[in-house]
Nanobody
Framework: QVQLVESGGGLVQAGGSLRLSCVAS????????MYWYRQAPGKQRDLLAS???????NYAASVKDRFTISRHNAKNTVYLQMNSLKPEDTAVYYC?????????WGQGTQVTVSS
């Protein structure tokens, strides 16, 4: 079983930056495809970015030029660097990992962007 724990959320002013981290337990992290999602109150959970085991990345159009996903396999960690934050980026951010039909979710970390 893989457990994912996010951190790095908080309160930031518009235009600021945050880096989220998601640490995985166990020994299979390097094989996981990793994702970042977010969910604002009353809205669906949206996919923001993904990174394959080979470090290929994909982004949602809404964050493509502002957010960067990366991974450090030796640290069992995936990151989401968020720049030029906007109030509409306020949400709970979740990481997810998948491997051979199994999926794992973190508990989420709150990001609040003030105007």
């Amino acid at each position: 079983q893989v457990q994912l724990v996010e951190s790095g959320g908080g309160l930031v002013q518009a235009g600021g930056s945050l880096r989220l981290s998601c640490v995985a337990s166990g020994s299979i992290f390097s094989s996981l495809v990793m994702y970042w999602y977010r969910q604002a109150p009353g809205k669906q959970r949206d996919l923001l970015a993904s990174i394959s085991s080979g470090a290929s990345t994909n982004y949602a159009a809404s964050v493509k030029d502002r957010f960067t996903i990366s991974r450090h396999n030796a640290k069992n960690t995936v990151y989401l660097q968020m720049n030029s934050l906007k109030p509409e980026d306020t949400a709970v951010y979740y990481c997810r990992g998948t491997l051979r039909g199994n999926e794992y979710w973190g508990q989420g970390t709150q990001v609040t962007v003030s105007s």
